[in-house]
């Protein structure tokens, strides 16, 4: 299964004039890996579904605030 | 023609009075990546798409309008009750003085909904802006979970996020339909 | 100035039963738009439908109706344009 966050580390500069805020985090959901959504995927029940916004688990990537991590630079699994 | 239905799509439900929030929900609203522009996209393209894909552009572009009134729910129930006061301090002051409490199309930066509605023409010109604009949509309900504090908006704009996941990957198989390579491959 | 009426706790539940089946309506035609092939999801869809409708009825009947130009009876007098709109609830 892929990785939903990944992160990357910008160069820093003695120079700069905040602290570095680093790792920088941005999002892969899974649209980019599914290809053409297969047949007969398990779905949530219609309530689950509401409540995820997709009706299939495998097309769900939830999101949260990568600022809030108390560790920083691990990938989130989707 | 089009049916409305008195109900919204998702609960929205709105837990901290703050008019700020107002100020960054109106991105979705009127913004270049926006709820409007999204669905006023869809809808236009879909004349010009190969009948293969007209379907679905109609129905996201139809979808899109359901999440628009979501957003507009919310910004109307963040400033219905705020003071004169209460929305200068969330930044509104100008809002304010020119639209009263309309819930008004335009961005976070108060800049009017004023923008080219993408089509090229070409298919796959159209269905990749789509695609991009569903990332940059995405994006931006990311960017406002991030500055919000409160956990029920949170809770709907992970729904409408979520949506931009499944019409970015409907819109890739319509690719993938245009090509015309999905029964050669076998893929299903 | 007389308050509007408010709408019965039960309205809130009823309408997310409503609003959980009607989603995954909205799901099985963007998924059957790209899959019109696909013969299971093609009669989950009609199954969805059919209680889709039961609900709706239903629900009309307890809190007026959800839809216009004649796709929703009205009891009298016209209640339409009866609060709470959706924005309001």
Same mark, same amino acid.
């Given at each position: +299964? #892929? %990785?939903?966050?990944?992160?990357?580390?910008?160069?820093?500069?003695? +120079?700069d004039p905040c602290p570095p805020l680093s790792p920088v985090s941005y999002e892969t959901p899974v649209q980019l890996y599914l290809g053409f959504q297969p047949r007969g995927m398990e779905q949530f029940s219609p309530f689950e579904a509401l409540a995820h916004g997709t009706l299939w688990p495998g097309l769900y990537t939830p999101y949260t605030n990568p600022y809030l991590l108390k560790k920083r630079g691990i990938d989130t699994n989707g | 023609m089009w049916y409305y239905e008195k109900k919204l799509q998702y609960p929205v439900r709105v837990g901290i009075c703050n008019p700020k929030m107002a100020k960054f929900l109106i991105e979705q609203y009127g913004g270049a990546d926006g709820e409007l522009a999204a669905a006023l996209r869809y809808l236009n393209q879909r004349y010009t798409i190969p009948s293969r894909v007209m379907g679905l552009l109609n129905d996201i572009g139809t979808e899109e309008f359901a999440h628009l009134e979501m957003i507009a729910t919310m910004v109307y129930k963040l400033t219905k009750d705020a003071t004169p006061e209460q929305l200068k301090e969330a930044g509104l002051g100008e809002h304010y003085v020119d639209h009263g409490k309309s819930v008004y199309y335009h961005n976070a930066a108060g800049q009017k909904f004023d923008m080219p509605i993408q089509s090229k023409g070409d298919p796959i010109a159209d269905l990749y802006e789509d695609i991009a604009a569903e990332e940059k949509a995405r994006s931006t309900y990311q960017w406002i979970i991030n500055i919000s504090d409160d956990p029920l908006i949170n809770d709907s704009l992970g729904f409408l996020r979520e949506r931009e996941i499944i019409h970015s990957q409907r819109f890739r198989e319509a690719v993938e339909l245009?090509?015309?390579e999905q029964n050669k491959k076998k893929v299903f | +100035? #007389?308050?509007?009426?408010?709408?019965?706790?039960?309205?809130?539940? !009823?309408?997310?039963?409503l609003q959980a089946i009607d989603f995954t309506l909205v799901e099985l %035609?963007?998924?059957? *738009?790209?899959?019109? !092939? !696909?013969l299971e999801a093609l009669k989950q869809f009609n199954s969805a439908a059919k209680k889709?409708?039961?609900? $709706?009825? %239903?629900?009309? #009947?307890?809190?007026?109706?959800? $839809?216009?130009?004649?796709?929703?009876?009205? #009891?009298?007098?016209?209640?339409?344009? *009866? %609060?709470?709109?959706?924005?309001?609830?």
């Amino acid at each position: +299964m #892929a %990785t939903s966050r990944k992160w990357y580390s910008p160069y820093v500069s003695p +120079m700069d004039p905040c602290p570095p805020l680093s790792p920088v985090s941005y999002e892969t959901p899974v649209q980019l890996y599914l290809g053409f959504q297969p047949r007969g995927m398990e779905q949530f029940s219609p309530f689950e579904a509401l409540a995820h916004g997709t009706l299939w688990p495998g097309l769900y990537t939830p999101y949260t605030n990568p600022y809030l991590l108390k560790k920083r630079g691990i990938d989130t699994n989707g | 023609m089009w049916y409305y239905e008195k109900k919204l799509q998702y609960p929205v439900r709105v837990g901290i009075c703050n008019p700020k929030m107002a100020k960054f929900l109106i991105e979705q609203y009127g913004g270049a990546d926006g709820e409007l522009a999204a669905a006023l996209r869809y809808l236009n393209q879909r004349y010009t798409i190969p009948s293969r894909v007209m379907g679905l552009l109609n129905d996201i572009g139809t979808e899109e309008f359901a999440h628009l009134e979501m957003i507009a729910t919310m910004v109307y129930k963040l400033t219905k009750d705020a003071t004169p006061e209460q929305l200068k301090e969330a930044g509104l002051g100008e809002h304010y003085v020119d639209h009263g409490k309309s819930v008004y199309y335009h961005n976070a930066a108060g800049q009017k909904f004023d923008m080219p509605i993408q089509s090229k023409g070409d298919p796959i010109a159209d269905l990749y802006e789509d695609i991009a604009a569903e990332e940059k949509a995405r994006s931006t309900y990311q960017w406002i979970i991030n500055i919000s504090d409160d956990p029920l908006i949170n809770d709907s704009l992970g729904f409408l996020r979520e949506r931009e996941i499944i019409h970015s990957q409907r819109f890739r198989e319509a690719v993938e339909l245009l090509k015309e390579e999905q029964n050669k491959k076998k893929v299903f | +100035m #007389a308050e509007p009426k408010q709408v019965p706790e039960s309205y809130y539940s !009823d309408l997310k039963s409503l609003q959980a089946i009607d989603f995954t309506l909205v799901e099985l %035609t963007l998924y059957l *738009d790209t899959h019109p !092939d !696909d013969l299971e999801a093609l009669k989950q869809f009609n199954s969805a439908a059919k209680k889709s409708a039961e609900l $709706r009825e %239903t629900f009309e #009947a307890k809190y007026g109706p959800l $839809r216009q130009f004649g796709h929703s009876l009205s #009891a009298y007098p016209w209640q339409w344009i *009866d %609060t709470p709109w959706p924005w309001q609830v």
